[in-house]
């Protein structure tokens, strides 16, 4: 599987296209959608509230596939993405997938009136508010999103922003879950 650095990442989806597909699918070029293999260690695990108060563990979420959103309000692009990761978790459905917006250290308050002008149903809203994630998940920037396998381990990830509802998107992420 290529792996690409955090620098390789960046560049996004137009320089990678050209690259070699990897061996989730002979049909989905990863590259070409702006994902890739992690190059660094992702320490996934959470432990962290929705909004509602119930904590949120990884391993919650055994046997799924899921897409984890790291976000801030005060982000442009984390905010013009996040009703495509809605429109995702929407597609997918929750029988095998979760899309979990994880906030890193915003207020509630301000958390509740970005989702007040948006449709966010689809996806988990989860509070960083002690902002642990950032070390854990390797995050020096925002938004950064993870594909976690159905055995808990990061396949994909993306920094940047991405329209998580396009088809071809979907048609990935699916790839990686196994199902079509």
Same mark, same amino acid.
């Given at each position: 599987?290529?792996?690409?650095?955090?620098?390789?990442?960046?560049?996004?989806?137009?320089?990678? $296209?050209?690259?070699?597909?990897? =061996?989730?699918?002979?049909? !989905?070029?990863?590259?070409?959608?702006?994902?890739?293999?992690?190059?660094? #260690?992702?320490? $996934?695990? *959470?432990?962290?509230?929705?909004?509602?108060?119930?904590?949120?563990?990884?391993?919650?979420?055994?046997?799924?596939?899921?897409?984890?959103?790291?976000?801030?309000?005060?982000?442009?692009?984390?905010? #013009?993405?996040?009703?495509? *990761? %809605?429109?995702?978790?929407?597609? +997918?459905?929750?029988?095998? /997938?979760?899309?979990? %917006? !994880?906030?890193?250290?915003?207020?509630?308050?301000?958390?509740?009136?970005?989702?007040?002008?948006?449709?966010?149903?689809?996806?988990?809203?989860?509070?960083?508010?002690?902002?642990?994630?950032? $070390? #854990?998940?390797? *995050?020096?920037? +925002?938004?950064?999103? /993870?594909?976690?396998?159905?055995?808990?381990?990061? %396949? *994909?990830? %993306?920094?940047?922003?991405?329209?998580?509802? =396009?088809?071809?998107?979907? $048609?990935?992420?699916?790839?990686?879950?196994?199902?079509?």
């Amino acid at each position: 599987m290529i792996k690409l650095s955090r620098r390789e990442m960046l560049v996004g989806s137009a320089a990678l $296209a050209a690259s070699a597909t990897p =061996a989730f699918s002979q049909e !989905v070029d990863f590259r070409s959608l702006g994902l890739a293999e992690p190059a660094f #260690k992702v320490n $996934a695990e *959470l432990n962290i509230p929705d909004l509602a108060g119930k904590v949120h563990q990884l391993q919650d979420y055994q046997g799924k596939t899921v897409v984890v959103s790291f976000w801030a309000t005060w982000c442009p692009p984390c905010r #013009k993405e996040m009703p495509t *990761l %809605a429109r995702l978790g929407r597609e +997918l459905g929750t029988d095998d /997938y979760a899309v979990l %917006a !994880v906030n890193v250290g915003d207020r509630q308050d301000k958390i509740q009136a970005f989702l007040d002008e948006i449709e966010h149903e689809g996806m988990s809203i989860l509070l960083d508010n002690d902002k642990e994630m950032p $070390a #854990k998940w390797f *995050l020096h920037g +925002l938004p950064v999103t /993870y594909i976690v396998d159905t055995n808990g381990k990061v %396949a *994909l990830g %993306a920094i940047g922003e991405r329209v998580w509802d =396009a088809p071809e998107m979907i $048609a990935g992420i699916r790839s990686v879950g196994g199902t079509s």
